[in-house]
């Protein structure tokens, strides 16, 4: 199942083989550095109802006592007026959220984009804001 799903969802360019640990952790080993970063920058992904997190493996990792604190996600930023879109302000965006990371915008081409994406590090301990007050005029 997770191979059939790999290939939809990921489109990778080398081969990838899974193994499983415990409580639903699984090693998933990557043979091209290219579909390691693109596996990376689209977390999380989404299998029916489950999502599904993954972080780079390091040295110590024990599945018995390791749990997931952080995540990577995507942050749309809807109603951003234009004259606010600029590295500065989501930024802080995304720093009153959890930890800016980047974003999909060029700032100096606004013209195609319809929103501002934002990757941003967010503890799973923290709670959340649904709304940031941001001040028109010179940002936050």
């Not at 100096?108 to 934002?118: G, T």
Request: hydrophobic fraction near 45%.
């Amino acid at each position: 199942m997770l191979k059939e799903w790999e290939k939809i969802m990921w489109k990778l360019m080398g081969e990838v083989t899974f193994s499983m640990l415990a409580r639903g952790i699984f090693v998933v080993y990557l043979y091209e550095e290219e579909d390691v970063e693109h596996i990376l920058d689209h977390c999380p992904y989404f299998m029916g109802n489950s999502s599904h997190f993954i972080k780079k493996w390091y040295e110590g990792f024990d599945s018995r006592t390791n749990y997931i604190t952080t995540i990577l996600m995507w942050v749309r930023l809807f109603y951003l007026p234009q004259h606010l879109w600029n590295i500065k302000v989501v930024e802080k965006v995304g720093n009153s959220i959890g930890s800016f990371m980047k974003t999909n915008v060029n700032f100096n081409n606004k013209e195609l984009a319809m929103m501002v994406r934002i990757s941003v590090n967010v503890n799973l301990q923290d709670s959340l804001s649904a709304k940031i007050k941001i001040n028109s005029k010179v940002g936050m």
